[in-house]
Each structure stands twice: as structure tokens, then as C-alpha cells.
């Protein structure tokens, strides 16, 4: 009886690992000194944290003035930033929940990151809407809550209003999706750890014993969240769209946009994804478990909504000249040829073009190309965004208030700001919890078919020949 | 259940019936602690003092609580009257009929008092000469009051500085210094006022070698002088626009700055309106001219000439009317021949209405002004469209002594120098000699209430009051009189400057004992002079009556003119601007004038209704068409440019601006800024250009000269304060390759070079937009017939929505609208700087402004169309619609701005929260942001630049510029969004006063602060339910549109289309 590796599928775990190696490799990190390219990493990443916290900071006391926002351009980098944000996060939502209902087990090397990665985007985004608007000690009259004003309600017809659900259901959910499959984990870091850090891990791992009863309410309950996250991963952006399409502003007002964001969204949040792992797997070493054939399944669905996003690009060009209206007409020639132009083509290039080099399997499955790749898409999507708001702000329906609008230096650093949040919190992340789910890559261990190759495969033959004795004798 | 009690349980002890809580609990006080419980045994806090352990923190911390809090707390006061006076009711308006003489600008009006404060002038409609109407200028007025750079007393020089002093020491240094020999010059602008005259006289009477110096800063003595001359009236006529039905004007900005702007806009704007659409009606106006004027934007045809042709295109429409009129024609007149074509058709419109056709020239050259009069006089003009009847008094000097002044200074041959009221070492060219000569002068005095150049150079400050506080009258015009009178009580210590010159002269009329002195002299004058032929039965009625309306008129006498005028003499010296490459013209801004009003933020942030720049004069450089994709301006220059302006030995580097319009080879730039001493607003505000004035030889200030040289890019402005940066809708040019005319504008907007191969845009996205309706008058018609069939096709596709709307709820009740005629709006902004003072919206600075963080609720587009280099203009005033679907309404998340039962479209500023969404889904971007506290109404940092927060009282802060706000308005906090609410609290007031008097209310009770202030009537407010109102007169017009009407916002506002009366040959 010889094992067999299957020709088609590369296993999903490679080096042959067996449980205790699994163990091992994904606890290391979090139990070991810190690197130094980690504390590196992480100085970079609090300063520039503290550089957004004091823009942040700044903007409220002197007000949004300090930005270059004005009469005509009302929202620029804070809104693009928003909106890029959230896109980001949707890679995790959509591996954790669209990927696990769809039975694609290879999501198991990643989910845990991009979960992670999603809570720390919507962070970063929540903090947007939060610090643009004018009057930040009365952003709670945002909320239902019940008051003295007559009631007075907050108006149910504003997307602003509906963004406000959505984000926070979604924050909510993903928060809860990302620590339920880190309950298991964290016991596992829990048992080999000694003294303080066992007592945290014994305090965060909520008693886990790893009783069957506690798997089947731990699986219940991912399932349950999965069902929910589900549609979230559609409805997020495609209300976040509706900031724009509800709107009467030629270039926001259209019903492509629903689709198109969530699309864009999972386009760049992949992107992302792809450039955190490429470092993750080389610093933890964990190339084992995230493998080339994860980078190109993902970068496969680069591919697909890339090319989604383009040909949304295109109908709303076709759909500008097709309807016959002048202003609409106007904002799309004015995207495109307009004194925006650079964003537009960056836009174009980085988003539409570029992706279709995925089509090569060899760029497909090289970390070089993939990494540049992914930063592009990054790009392309924040000028995306961009390129919607400000562009099509700046010059709407009256010439006379037409305008232009470069951030000020207050803009940027908040930018710099949620990076800093964002990689801050990924860091720390990263040296707390397994940074691929332990429990779950277990799972798929066996049934990718390891027990069948190399030293495993003579253990397993002993096992085999063990059992088969026992069983004789006892018969 | 036995341990219950009664059948209640409060906890588990209660329900157990623990036994030392049951003992506890039958104690009134209960000293159970449960906070000991969870200590343990680790009582660090005794128990038994626990109580006063925490009244003593809590002492302490309240009381280091109010320390820390009470330190800096700004106090705020609010007096309640003890006394209330008969005449105020808190929070009812009371005005009284006033005049604003100012520089040489003149309005009637009603002074608007809050509780004792002036808040608002209105246009007094009982007067001849303004009928109702007012001016930028008029609208700032009262803000000048309480400029807060205003002297406080008396002043006098001690070393470099002024130190205070009294009246006493100024009033006893005048009569020592004093005597009948003693060689006085009294410098003054037009004095208007028949009684100030009178004061003037008195001291010229006491004081022989006293001679007064007039001189108006933008002069008009070279028209006086020919008219002189010709008929022997030294007078600016009477000149009837509204009589006229050709226009032809002469270098001479009549709707903007030209003498009585307000009443010559009146009455253009009468031939102006189309007031039959089926038979329109009009009258032709050609504007002869160098740089692009107000005047010049609003004419049908303009005809572009450099400042070394205006004289030769003179002498020759002269000899183009001559030749047809049959009067002699005269030698000179060589001008292109381009120029010659267009001035034969203007000459061919004028013979065409002989008698009914108006030529005014600006020119400050007497052989001009003599051959437009002679022109006049050809086309049988005098009589009918000008007369000498009601003759204009507000320009009356002659700057020519000013000049002997200088040297008379120099010299030493004079004593002492009185400056009333103007500011010569500002005005003339050679201004800084000319402070520098007053400064040597024994005795100088001026009454000016800010420390400006000439004052500086003074002994002596013995600040006048401002107008609004002070006892006045004037004569704008032959037998029209208005009256000023005070309408508050002079808030420093200053004394009218007819007073001191009476104290000065030592009149017996003067009775120094009474209250108010001047009043009293004042009122005698008007006895003496004006009573007896008023009919009235008493003194006391007359003067009753006038205070009471203001003005005081008398039918103009009629006076038989014969034109003796020496044409041929004059055809020799009309100006000779040697030709050169880049010629110039200095002109007049709209807003800060001559630079008295300098000190005026709200002026100074009013941008130019042409160039749309504030804070500063900007070089109007021309620009061409390049014929591929853009307009290259002169040199390469764009718009905020900084360039190097030269003129002899002089440079100065001026920010620049693309002006359409500007002819070829010539500049422009606006006279009156860069003031070294213009107060705390003006001061360092532009550039100074006086100094480049030239004298022609009868020493008439001339303001065209040539030699003029422009550097290329000298780098960027560093504040570019324009308020518009797109200025096209459909200019129309050649293309290079095709040689067929196409929409440059589109080419130009759209289009990058990067693109090459694309040149033309998508046809119509920026002219067919469904913002500017205008056509010919010749194609009225048409026009007409397609404007009603297409907003058809729009309702038609608006109806089709699946939200059915609240229509019918806006036909109950009132249902406010407006209307505003394109064709009766000359582009003034008098309604923008009313909207200013009406509802206290912030002024933000040159800085802010250059970030487009300007605050006004109405702004004033200005579009320019038709052919590139020569374009037509047209004006569109530009405030919120208060749509009845409104976009920023259901966007708002926190319903801040939603819609009233009467279409308002409102803002509830307290709830804002400030996501300016609803300023982004505005298609007419009439929303305003408060980005910073410009009103320093909070705690946070000012935006006030340069300025020690810790030190200084912010300008917007400072409790004197406070006293300007209306009471009404509420002053809008950092953070929130803020627009026109169609002035709802004076609906409110309108409604209120309507039901007081148990009647239905009328259009008439409600007008807008716009409305009001618009000298042509551009703008009608009111009920659109109000079937019989004036708004639904002018609603009914098929010339109306609505903008963007096809994204069925369902606006309140119509616009009447702008219709030209284009000679399309010329």
C-alpha cells in the first residue's frame, strides 16, 4: 500500500507536519522575544500612529479648516480613506464566511489574518466619519437613542444614517466571528504557557477545555455567524455605495455602484491580504501554511473582481453616452480628461490593467510579482475612491463653483495616522495570537491527504500495520 | 412564602430574613456600607470617618473645581434698560430717513436701529435721486461705524505719535495760531452738503487768505470744465438713462462707479427690462472702452479701444455723427480700421435716435468731454436724455489746486492746513510728497476718524462723527435734498466737522451753549433757505416732515443751455497717450472705490463683480485663444500669477488675472488699494497705483497712460483670493486646424494635452446646461417658443417620479418664491454685501477666501459667452433655491435642515452636526461650511491671521464690531453648515405685522434684505400663492426658467432669461 500525492492538488499544508509540528510552528511566534525587524516595525508603526492622533487632534480643536476641504469640494481624503478602509476589510468577511459556506478549505491558511486584518480596516474607516464631520461632542445625535427633544429622531432617509448600521453591525460581527475560531487557540497557547501569560490566555480562552460539547457550540456558533456575515459582506459596501448613488450629483448618482463597490472592495481587501501575508509568511516562517497555491487562489479572485471593477468602469462611460444627459456626460470626460486626469489613469492602471496579469500562472504563483501587484491594487483603489469623490466634486453642475482641492498636511497625517492604527494593531496582533488558526488548519491536515507522504507516511504505515494486528489478534 | 413581608421583598436578605440586615434595617439612618463588606480586612479607610472623608474630598474638589474653572471665564454683559425710552421697543426695529455721503457717493436711506444700534441701511424710495436703491458701498456703510480703528478723542502730534488731547487744547491751538492774515488751505472732497458749505463760508469769512481746495479722488473735473465752458454751467448735467434708447458710453463705468451709479442703474435698467415677451422692447447700449468695466460687461456691443485711441475714436464718432447730422467735421480721428467700422455702426444707431440717445464719456480730458458734448448737442440730446435742469452735485472739484497746494507747502507760504474729511496724501500720485509737505506745515489738522496717510502727517486729529452719528444734509442733485440725521449717540469723543470749523471760525450763528449745536444750526439754514418755498404752514411741520422723509425736493427749474463749444480746438487736444506696446487704464473698483472704504472688511471681501477677486486689485492682463485647447493669458500668465508691472521707473509686483475682455496690448488694474495706513482691514490690502497717475497739461489727473511693461511669471500669489475660477459658458473661438469656429470653452475645459488626437468636448455639456438662458433681441421669438417647449419635456419627465411629493400641500398657506430678472441685474452687489449685514455672515479673509472658504449666502456668477476676446457677459445672483424636493434635506442624518410648511428650506443650526453632505448633493453649492470660528463666537482658536490670541481681541470678537450683528440672525458656530434662509426672520416680522393688523398679508410686507437693496428691482420676493402679489406678476413671464430644472429639485427661485440687444453687425 503506497501513498499516493495527488497530482492535481498540491497538499493545502506542506513540510509534513504533524499536529504537535502545527503546534509548535503557529504558538512560536507569540511565545518567543520579539525580532527586531518586529520592533522595528513597531516603532514605525506607533509613530506614525502618534503623528495621526495629533492631526487628529488638531483638527478638532481648530476645526476642520485645518483641512482643504471647501465650499465646493466637501469631503476628500477623509471620505476616500473611509470608503478604502472598509473595502479593505471585506477580504476577511468574505474568507471567513462566503469561502467556509463555499467549502474552500484553503481559506484556513488565511482567515485568522484577514479577520484580524478586517477588524483593524473598520477601525481605521469608523474613525473617519467620526473626526470629518464639524461638531464631533454631537456626533451622537447619529444614534436612535431615545431623548428630550420632542423625540427627535435622526432622519431614516440619510445613507449617512444607514452607514452607521451597517458599519457597526458589520464591526460587531466580524469582532465576534474573528474571536469565537481564536477561543481554541488561545487554549492551545494557554496550555504551554507558564505563569502571567497563562493566567491572560486561561482569562481570554474563556475556559476552553476542548469537550466535544465545546466543539459542537463553537461550530454552531461559527456557523451562525458565518450566515450572518454572509450578506453583510454585500450589504457594507453596497450601502457605503449609497453615500454616493443616492445622491443627485452627476458621477455618484447611478445604480452600478452597489455592485461595483463590493467588487472593488473585495478586489482591494484581497490586495491587502496578499501584502500582509507575503511579509507574515516570510518574518513567522510560516510558508508551510501559507503556500504558493493560497497566493494564487487569491490572486485568481484579484483577477475576477478586478476585471469586474473594469468592466464597471467601462459601462459607466458607456452609460454616460448613452443617456443623452449633458452633466453626466460631462463628469465622465471630466474623470477621465479633466485636471484630475493622473488620478483617473492611475485609477485605470492599477485596477484594470494590472490584474490581468494573473492570467500567467508563473506571475500568478510568484511572491515578487504578487506583492507589487497587491500594492498596486492598493493604489489603484484609493485613487478610485478618490477619483469619485473629489473628481467629481470638483466640478459639477455650475461652472461658476467649480474648484480644486489637494489635502493639507493635517489630511495626510491622519492617512499616515490609520496606517499607523492599522499596522499597530497587526503587529500586536500578531505577537498575541496564532496568526493561522491552529485549530482549523488541523482540520484540513488530514484530509489534504499529509498522513499519506514521506515520514508520515511510515508512521502512518506502523500505525496501519499496528491496528491491523490488533485487530487480528482480538479476533 | 412566609418570610415575606406584607408581601414586598427588596433582596434575598429581605426574603431570607438575614438577621443583620433585618437589624439594619429598622434603623432610620442605615450605616450598612456595603463598600466595607468588599474591603475585607484591608480596611485602609476607617469606617466611622467615612463620611466626612467624603464631604472633605468633596469640599476640596468642588472648590479646586471652581478655582480652576473660574479663572478665565470671559465675562459677557447684558444691561436691561432701567429706564425703558418711549421710542425703543426691545426687539422692534426703528428707522430713521438719513443720507450717506460718502466720498463722492450719495444715498438716501433708512437706517435700520436695533435697541439704539444702527444695524441696516435700506433705500429711502421717497428720494429722486436714488429711488430706493443702494449701492455696495451704501450697504457696508454702517459697518464703518464701528470700525474699530476709529479714534477715540481728539488727538495731537508728539514727536511721531498722536497722544490724546481735548478739544480745549485743539480749539485754543487753532485760534492762537490763527489770524485774518494767515494763509489757510482748506482741502476737501465735493462738499454735497448746502450747510456744511455755509460753515465753510463763516470760516472763510473770518479768515480772508482761507481757501478751500475741492478735489474729488476719482475725478470728473475735465466734464466739468468743457460744461463750463461749452454752456456755461460748471455742473455734471442730469442725464436721463431711462429716456435713452441708445446708450453709448465712453470710458465711463455708469452702473458701477461713475458719479451716481444707483440712480443711473435705475434708470438704464428701465429700457433695460422685457416687459412684453411678445413684443420685447429695448434699449441698445455700446460701451467704448479698454478694459472690461461693469458698465462694459452689461453694454450689447463693446467696442475695444487702447488708451492712446479713446481720444482719436472720439473725434471720430464725432465726424461719423457730424457726417450724418450734418454738423462740421473736424481734423483727427485716424484709428483702425476695425474700430472705425464698429464706431460707424454706433454713430449709424445714434443718428437713428436722434433725440433719444445718451453718449456720457469718463475721460478726464476737456477736448473729449468737449466733443461728446458736441456729439450730444449734434444728436439733439440735450433736452430730452441730458439737461442742466436738476443738475448733479456730487462731483465738484478740481484736483488741478491741489497741485499748488503742494508747492504753495513746499514753499512755506502757508500756515495752515485743514483736511476735511479726504486723504490727498493717499489719492495723488505724488501723495507721499505731498504728506511729506504737511508735515512741515505749522498747524494741520484733519477730521478723518481713522488715523490714515494725510492725518498722519496732521498736528492735529479732530475726529468728525461718523455719519450716522452726526447732524448733516446734502444736495446731490439741484433741488434735491437729503437730510442726515444722527441715530445713535456719537460712541467717542468726537464733534461734528461743521461744528469745529463754526467753533473754529467763531460764529455768533453757532449757539455752543445748546445740546447739540450743529442741530440747531442746521435746522436755522434749513429755515432760512429752504422753508419758504416749501408751502408748508410751520417751520416746525416742514422740518417734521423732512426728518421725517429724508429727502426734501423741489421741482427742477428748467435752464436754456446754447452749445458754444469749440470742437475744432478740442479735436487738437483730445488725449495723446503715446502708442506702445502694453498701454494701461486705472480704474475704480466696485467695492473699496477711491480707498476711503479700505477699512471695510465687508467691502473689501466683496469680490469684484468682473475679475470675482477680493481682498486686493488684481492686473487684468488680456488673453488669446490659442486655437487647440486653451486661453493663453499675456506672457503666459494664469490667473494668481505674480508679475512684475513697470511703468517708468517704478515696478511693483501685482498679482494677475486672465480678463476676457481685456483688449490687446493693454492692462487694467483697480486704483484705491495698498493703503500704508488703511487700519486694521486695509491696510497692506493690494497694490498702490496712484503713484503711476499722470497730469495732462491743464493738471487733470488723467488714469490711462502708456509704456506700461508686464514681466512673465514672477511665482504665485500666495493667497489667491478669487471667488470663481471657471468664468466661461460657450465662448466661442477658431480652431487652429479647421479654421471653423467651435466652443472653445468646452476645448479648453475638458481637455488636457496629453490627449491630443481629442479636440472637441462633448458638445453642449457646459452651454446647454439649463443654468444660463439668454438670447438676441432679434431672436426673442424663437427663443421663447424652445425655452417653454423644453421646460415641458423636463416637467414632463420630472412627473414621471414614483414619489409623489408634497405639491399639493405647498398650494395651501404661503408658499415663498422669487424672482429675479437677468436683464434688470447689472451685476452691482449691493444684495450681496445686504445679505452680509442682514444676516451677520462671517467675514473670513484674504487667506480663507483663497481656500474658497468664503461664507456669502448670495453670491453673484458671472458667465462671459459669444466671442472669446470680445465676449458678452451675463450675471446670475446665485442663492439657495429652497427647493421644494429639496437634495440636502434628505441627506442630512440628523434632519438639521429640513423643509417648513411655507417651502422654506431651513437650517436648525443647533442640531447640525456638521457632515456637509447636504453641501455636497447641492447642485447649486449655495451651502456654507463654517470650517473655522470665524465669528469667534466659541472658545476656539480665532482664524484671524496675525494676531496674538492671548493678546489681541479678535476683529470678529471685538465688542465694537459686535454691535453690527442683527439681533434677528443667529450668529453661526464653528462646525455647521449655514445658507440664504430668504431672510425667514424677516417673513416672520412680515407675518407678525400682517396679522397685528388683521389682514391677509401682502408681498409688500415681506422683502428680502436682497430685494431691497437691488437699485434696478433685479429681484421679487413673495408669496407664490399670494395670486395678486407682485411675485406671481413676474412669475408669469415665458422668458422664466428655472435652473436645473430637469434635476427636479423643484427650485422656488425663477430667473428671467437675459435678453441682448446685440448689433450683430458691428
Not at chain 1, 68 to 91: E, K, Q, S
Not at chain 2, 89 to 115: H, M, Q, W
Not at chain 2, 334 to 342: C, L, M, W
Amino acid at each position: 500500500m503506497s501513498a499516493i500525492t495527488s497530482p492535481i492538488r498540491e497538499p493545502l499544508v506542506q513540510g509534513n507536519k504533524s499536529y504537535h509540528d502545527i503546534t509548535v510552528d503557529l504558538c512560536t511566534p507569540t511565545e518567543r522575544t520579539p525580532t527586531r525587524a518586529w520592533v522595528i516595525a513597531f516603532i514605525i508603526a506607533v509613530s506614525a500612529l502618534t503623528l495621526g492622533i495629533v492631526c487628529i487632534l488638531i483638527t478638532i480643536w481648530v476645526g476642520i479648516g485645518t483641512w482643504n476641504l471647501n465650499r465646493t469640494i466637501g469631503w476628500g481624503w477623509d471620505i476616500t480613506n473611509f470608503v478604502w478602509w472598509i473595502g479593505i476589510g471585506h477580504a476577511g468577511t468574505l474568507i471567513s464566511a462566503i469561502l467556509l459556506l463555499f467549502r474552500q478549505k484553503w481559506r484556513t491558511g488565511v482567515n485568522r489574518a484577514a479577520e484580524a486584518m478586517t477588524i483593524f480596516a473598520v477601525m481605521c474607516a469608523a474613525l473617519f466619519p467620526a473626526i470629518h464631520v464639524g461638531r464631533i461632542w454631537i456626533v451622537f445625535y447619529f444614534f436612535p437613542y431615545p431623548n428630550t427633544r420632542g423625540p427627535l429622531w435622526p432622519n431614516f432617509d440619510s445613507p449617512l444614517l444607514w452607514d452607521l448600521f451597517a458599519i457597526s453591525t458589520y464591526f460587531i460581527v466580524s469582532l465576534l466571528f474573528w474571536y469565537t475560531g481564536l477561543i481554541p487557540d488561545f487554549a492551545t497557547v494557554r496550555d504551554r504557557a507558564r505563569g502571567l501569560r497563562q493566567k491572560i490566555y486561561s482569562y481570554v480562552a474563556f475556559g476552553w477545555t476542548g469537550s466535544a460539547k465545546h466543539w459542537q457550540r463553537h461550530e454552531s456558533l461559527s456557523l451562525i455567524l458565518a450566515g450572518l456575515a454572509t450578506p453583510l459582506v454585500l450589504s457594507v459596501h453596497t450601502i457605503v455605495s449609497f453615500d454616493f448613488a443616492t445622491s443627485v450629483i452627476p458621477g455618484w448618482h447611478t445604480t452600478i455602484f452597489p455592485p461595483y463597490f463590493v467588487a472593488g472592495a473585495v478586489f482591494s481587501g484581497f490586495a491587502m491580504v496578499q501584502t500582509l501575508m507575503i511579509i507574515t509568511r516570510k518574518v513567522l516562517n510560516l510558508q508551510d501554511y501559507i503556500t504558493r497555491a493560497h497566493i494564487e487562489s487569491m490572486n485568481k479572485v484579484i483577477l475576477v473582481t478586478g476585471t469586474i471593477v473594469g468592466v464597471a468602469y467601462l459601462t459607466e462611460l458607456f452609460i454616460a453616452w448613452y443617456s443623452g444627459y449633458v452633466y453626466e456626460q460631462f463628469a465622465f470626460f471630466n474623470r477621465a480628461l479633466g485636471p484630475y486626469w493622473w488620478a483617473y489613469f492611475g485609477m485605470m492602471t492599477c485596477n484594470v490593467l494590472s490584474p490581468q496579469l494573473f492570467w500567467f500562472k508563473k506571475i500568478r504563483r510568484s511572491i515578487t510579482w504578487t506583492f507589487f501587484m497587491a500594492v498596486f491594487v492598493n493604489i489603484g483603489m484609493w485613487f478610485e475612491r478618490f477619483v469619485i469623490i473629489a473628481t467629481t466634486l470638483a466640478r459639477d453642475y455650475l461652472p461658476s463653483s467649480w474648484s480644486f482641492y489637494v489635502p493639507s498636511m493635517i489630511e495626510v497625517g491622519i492617512f499616515i495616522g490609520t496606517l499607523g492604527i492599522f499596522f499597530t494593531f497587526f503587529l500586536i496582533f500578531v505577537r498575541v495570537a496564532p496568526v493561522v488558526a491552529i485549530a482549523e488548519i488541523k482540520h484540513i491536515v488530514t484530509s489534504a491527504g499529509n498522513q499519506y507522504v514521506d515520514d508520515n507516511r511510515d508512521h502512518h504505515e506502523e500505525l496501519v500495520a499496528e491496528t491491523i494486528q490488533k485487530v487480528e489478534q482480538e479476533s | 412564602m412566609k418570610a415575606e413581608q406584607n408581601g414586598t421583598w427588596v433582596g434575598d436578605k429581605d426574603l431570607t430574613q438575614d438577621p443583620d440586615f433585618m437589624e439594619y434595617s429598622h434603623k432610620e439612618f442605615n450605616e450598612y456600607l456595603p463598600l466595607v463588606d468588599s474591603l475585607g480586612d484591608n480596611r485602609s479607610i476607617e469606617v466611622g470617618a467615612s463620611r466626612r472623608d467624603f464631604l472633605k474630598y468633596l469640599g476640596f474638589g468642588l472648590g479646586a473645581a471652581t478655582i480652576a474653572a473660574g479663572c478665565e471665564t470671559p465675562l459677557k454683559r447684558a444691561i436691561p434698560y432701567v429706564i425703558k425710552p418711549d421710542t425703543i421697543v426691545p426687539g422692534v426695529a426703528t428707522y430713521y430717513a438719513s443720507s450717506i455721503v460718502n466720498g463722492g457717493d450719495f444715498c438716501s436711506v433708512l437706517v435700520k436701529t436695533r435697541e439704539g444700534r444702527p444695524i441696516k441701511v435700506e433705500g429711502n424710495d421717497m428720494s429722486g435721486v436714488t429711488k430706493g436703491g443702494t449701492s455696495a458701498r451704501a450697504q457696508a456703510f454702517v459697518l464703518s461705524l464701528y470700525d474699530t480703528d476709529r479714534f477715540r478723542g481728539p488727538k495731537k502730534k508728539e514727536g511721531d505719535a498722536f497722544v490724546d488731547a481735548s478739544w480745549d487744547d485743539i480749539d485754543a491751538a487753532v485760534k492762537g495760531k490763527l489770524n485774518s492774515r494767515s494763509q489757510i488751505r482748506i482741502v476737501t472732497g465735493t462738499v454735497m452738503s448746502p450747510t456744511a458749505q455755509k460753515s465753510i463760508d463763516e470760516f472763510t469769512a473770518k479768515y480772508p487768505n482761507a481757501k478751500v481746495i475741492s478735489y474729488d479722488p476719482i475725478s470728473s473735473a475735465a466734464l466739468l470744465r468743457a460744461n463750463g465752458t461749452d454752456f456755461g454751467i460748471r455742473a455734471v448735467p442730469d442725464y436721463h438713462f431711462d429716456k435713452a434708447k441708445v446708450v453709448v458710453g465712453i470710458q465711463a463705468d455708469f452702473l458701477g462707479t461713475w458719479i451716481s451709479p444707483i440712480e443711473y442703474a435705475k434708470d438704464y435698467v428701465e429700457n433695460r427690462k422685457i416687459k412684453d415677451a411678445h413684443k420685447p422692447e429695448m434699449s441698445r447700449h455700446f460701451q467704448i472702452e479698454t478694459y472690461m468695466s461693469l458698465t462694459g460687461s452689461n453694454a450689447d456691443n463693446r467696442v475695444q479701444v487702447k488708451p492712446s485711441q479713446v481720444g482719436s475714436s472720439i473725434v471720430y464718432l464725432y465726424n461719423a455723427v457730424a457726417a450724418k447730422t450734418g454738423g462740421s467735421r473736424v481734423r483727427g480721428g485716424d484709428v483702425p480700421s476695425e474700430i472705425a467700422k464698429a464706431l460707424d455702426k454706433v454713430a449709424e444707431n445714434l443718428n437713428a435716435h436722434r433725440g433719444e440717445s445718451l453718449v456720457v464719456c469718463g475721460t478726464n480730458n476737456t477736448a473729449e468731454q468737449t466733443l461728446v458734448n458736441a456729439i450730444n448737442h449734434l444728436l439733439g440730446n440735450y433736452g430730452h436724455t441730458l439737461d442742466f435742469g436738476a443738475v448733479n452735485y456730487m462731483r465738484k472739484g478740481d484736483e488741478s489746486e491741489l497741485i499748488s497746494l503742494l508747492h504753495d507747502m513746499q514753499e512755506g507760504k502757508v500756515d495752515a492746513v485743514f483736511v476735511m474729511g479726504c486723504n490727498p496724501a493717499f489719492d495723488m500720485p505724488f501723495g507721499n510728497t505731498f504728506a511729506e509737505a504737511l508735515a512741515g506745515v505749522d498747524l494741520s489738522i484733519s477730521t478723518a476718524l481713522t488715523e490714515d496717510e494725510t492725518t498722519a502727517a496732521c498736528k492735529y486729529a479732530a475726529p468728525a462723527h461718523h455719519l450716522l452719528e452726526a447732524w448733516g444734509d446734502a444736495e446731490p442733485k439741484k433741488g434735491h435734498y437729503g437730510l442726515i440725521q444722527p441715530t445713535i449717540a456719537p460712541l467717542f469723543d468726537s464733534r461734528q466737522m461743521e461744528e469745529s470749523m463754526l467753533v473754529w471760525a467763531g460764529s455768533e450763528n453757532l449757539d455752543v451753549a445748546s445740546e447739540q449745536p450743529y442741530y440747531e444750526y442746521l435746522k436755522k439754514s434749513w429755515e432760512a433757505d429752504l422753508f419758504p418755498s416749501s408751502g408748508e404752514s410751520s417751520f416746525r411741520a416742514f422740518w417734521d416732515k423732512c426728518l421725517h422723509n429724508g429727502v426734501y425736493e423741489v421741482a427742477p427749474t428748467h435752464a436754456e443751455i446754447t452749445f458754444s463749444g469749440d470742437v475744432n480746438a478740442a479735436a487738437g487736444k483730445v488725449s495723446v497717450v503715446k502708442a506702445s506696446e502694453h498701454e494701461i487704464t486705472f480704474f475704480e473698483t466696485v467695492a473699496v472705490g477711491s480707498g476711503n472704504s479700505a477699512n471695510n472688511p465687508w467691502l473689501n471681501e466683496m469680490p469684484d463683480p468682473v475679475t470675482r477677486c477680493a481682498w486686493g486689485n488684481y492686473l487684468a492682463v488680456p488673453l488669446t485663444w490659442n486655437g487647440v485647447n486653451a486661453f493663453d493669458g499675456l506672457n503666459g500668465l494664469e490667473d494668481g500669477d505674480l508679475a512684475d508691472l513697470t511703468i517708468g521707473e517704478n515696478t511693483e509686483r501685482v498679482p494677475v488675472i486672465k480678463q476676457f475682455g481685456q483688449m490687446q496690448g493693454t492692462v487694467a488694474i483697480g486704483l484705491g488699494f495698498g493703503r500704508t495706513k488703511g487700519g486694521r482691514a486695509g491696510t497692506g490690502v493690494g497694490v498702490n497705483v496712484q503713484k503711476w497717475l499722470t497730469t495732462d497739461d491743464e493738471g487733470l489727473m488723467q488714469y490711462i497712460t502708456s509704456g506700461a511693461q508686464v514681466s512673465d511669471k514672477q511665482g504665485k500669489e500666495e493667497f489667491y483670493s478669487a471667488v470663481q475660477y471657471h468664468h466661461t459658458m460657450g465662448v466661442k473661438g477658431i480652431d487652429k486646424a479647421t479654421q471653423e469656429v467651435i466652443n472653445a470653452d468646452e476645448a479648453a475645459t475638458v481637455f488636457n494635452t496629453y490627449f491630443g488626437a481629442v479636440k472637441q468636448g462633448p458638445q453642449g455639456s457646459l452651454v446647454e446646461r439649463s443654468i444660463i438662458r439668454r438670447a438676441n433681441l432679434a431672436d426673442v421669438e424663437g427663443f421663447v417658443h424652445d425655452l417653454v417647449h423644453e421646460r415641458e419635456h423636463h416637467q414632463h419627465l420630472n412627473d414621471q417620479s414614483i414619489y409623489a411629493g408634497y405639491k399639493e400641500l405647498y398650494e395651501e398657506g404661503h408658499h415663498w418664491g422669487m424672482h429675479i430678472d437677468l436683464n434688470a441685474c447689472t451685476g452691482c452687489g449691493a444684495c450681496a454685501v445686504a445679505c452680509i449685514a442682514e444676516n451677520n455672515v462671517p467675514v473670513v479673509g484674504k487667506e480663507e477666501v483663497s481656500r474658497h472658504h468664503e461664507m456669502t449666502w448670495l453670491r453673484i456668477d458671472r458667465y462671459y459667452y459669444g466671442d472669446v476676446e470680445n465676449p458678452s457677459v451675463v450675471y446670475q445672483p446665485m442663492m439657495c433655491q429652497h427647493c421644494d424636493n429639496a437634495p440636502c434635506e434628505n441627506v442630512c442624518p440628523v434632519n438639521a435642515t429640513n423643509h417648513s410648511s411655507e417651502g422654506l428650506n431651513q437650517m436648525a443650526y443647533n442640531r447640525c452636526v456638521g457632515t456637509r453632505y447636504c453641501a455636497n448633493n447641492c447642485p447649486y453649492k449655495v451651502r456654507r461650511f463654517n470650517w473655522l470660528d470665524y465669528t469667534a463666537a466659541d472658545l476656539w482658536p480665532i482664524n484671524e491671521r496675525g494676531i496674538d490670541a492671548d493678546a489681541d481681541v479678535p476683529w470678529a470678537a471685538d465688542n465694537l464690531t459686535r454691535m453690527v450683528l442683527n439681533p434677528d440672525v443667529t450668529v453661526r458656530a464653528r462646525g455647521v453648515i449655514e445658507k440664504c434662509s430668504f431672510c425667514v426672520q424677516r417673513l416672520q416680522e412680515g407675518k407678525l405685522r400682517a396679522k397685528t393688523e388683521m389682514r391677509s398679508l401682502r408681498d409688500a410686507d415681506v422683502k428680502s434684505a436682497c430685494q431691497t437693496a437691488c437699485p434696478t428691482g433685479a429681484i421679487t420676493f413673495g408669496d407664490t400663492n399670494n395670486k395678486k402679489g407682485d411675485l406671481n406678476k413676474k412669475l408669469s413671464s415665458p422668458l422664466n426658467y428655472i435652473v436645473l430644472e430637469e434635476v427636479n429639485t423643484d427650485a422656488s427661485v425663477n430667473y428671467q432669461a437675459r435678453i441682448i440687444n446685440k448689433d450683430i453687425d458691428a
